[in-house]
């Protein structure tokens, strides 16, 4: 009590120290029996806790696992016999781009495979010129595909084994299911595939949007890329087994696309003149093309597995067709342009105010290959099988048809 009274008539400040340290010890030692830990005590009070341990190390800063270090690992070695691009079925090996948007920066991550992207694929052989013309694939990859395909798939399947599989992928009985749309077949589908396949011997794959247009491309390349059999096709929902002899440990080395690249600079789909025609005539024409009633109306991410068909039938009694695209990305009815070219056979008249115009030209004759796809196929024939690389049904000897493709039981 003195030493509070004399704080207060002289305030020191070495004897206010005094008086508090004294009175807070007193009272905690007093009242509850309190000894204040080393930290607390006004000795130790500045010092550095690990200074008797002065060896101890520091836990180093954590840092997130990433794709792109690779100190000291291997490229990612994979036999698969094509070469790898972004979308198999939106991409051809036989059109050749005429320039690139980017530099060739691998979208597999530097140093992680042991192929070389020559900015349009990498190929599973090694170009010998390392430009855009080498994205050719070599003609000896496609036996290597069949021989593996057929040691993959062994027996086909009876009649009984396939109505099973299909009615296990139905929507009521199972949910799993991969989506196919605007980019079509691209590589990283590859590894999804495989990954359903772990559980079940057969997935449903439901395909929308442009790929759609020509659902052959797709069926061939969903069989020829994946080493698998597609069993049943109703509209854009197919069913791809597959085979006997796969085993998921065996499973093919499928490395990862990082991210998507770019694509590369094509010639123009729509020219200043068609051929044939004058300039005044190719501006007339497409002014026509314009007021044409419409074919039709796609819809966005829609199935337009029908549209060649319609169009052939259309070029019979008028030479210009109009479709309708309202709502649809540009990029996607560009592409559909440009199959329809390819297909119908026609020639791209104008892509303006949403519209896809196409004539038939001078001397057009409609073409008979059997195109058109019956709305629902179950592939009741086992011998019936799409071969790699071609389009059509094939046989047990490795014969293609495409009559054998159409005809499918309802």
Known sequence: MFLTRLSRLNPNPLLLILTRHLSNSSKLHDRYSFKPPPSLSPNTQGQNPNHNNPKKKQKPQYRPPSSLDRTGQKPIHSDLPFDFRYSYTESSPTVRPIGLREPKYSPFGPGRIDREWIGV???AVDPKVRSVEG????PKLEEKRKRRRQKVQGEPLTPAERKILVDKCQRPKTKRQINLGRDGLTHNMLNDIQNHWKHDEAVRIKCLGVPTVDMKNVCTQLEDKTFGKIIHRHGGVLVLYRGRN???KKRPVIPLMLWRPHEPVYPRLIKTTIDGLSIEETKEMRKRG???????KLAKNGYYGSLVSMVRDAFICCELVRIDCQGLEKSDYKKIGCKLRDLVP?????????????WRGKDYKPLEDGYFLPDRELFDNPEGDLVSGKEGCGNSDGSSSEKEFDSGEE
């Open 290 to 296: 314009l007021v044409v009633p419409p074919l039709t």
């Open 246 to 248: 796969y085993k998921p």
């Open 346 to 358: 026609c020639i791209l008249v104008t892509f303006e105010k949403e519209q896809i115009v196409v």
């Open 135 to 138: 994205a050719e694939e070599d």
């Open 121 to 123: 694929c990498a190929p």
